[in-house]
């Protein structure tokens, strides 16, 4: 039986590079709603540290978030980490109460 993940994403963009980290991830989500099992994908800004950006997800069962893992759109951006970003994503898989 598949089991629905839901992930939090945390990014931190590089003092100069707030503007270009939104960007990047506001032009992928099209593409990655349209990708099977994507569920949710949701884009925030922190309002406290607005170099601090918040992806919410769900995915239909861990293959769909593996494939979302290799779909170009993540990995396009991906390439783009050590320009965007201060450190590497936190990835935060959470387990669904109520």
Known sequence: MSEIIH????????????????????????????EPGCLRYDLHRDRDDPARFVMLEIWADAAALEAHGKAAAFTE????????LMTSPDLRRLEHLA
């Open 7 to 34: 992930l939090v994403a945390t990014l931190v963009a590089r003092p100069g590079q707030e503007a270009a980290l939104q960007a990047a991830l506001t032009g992928i989500l099209a593409p990655v709603r349209a």
């Open 77 to 84: 951006l991906a390439a783009r980490f050590d320009e965007l």
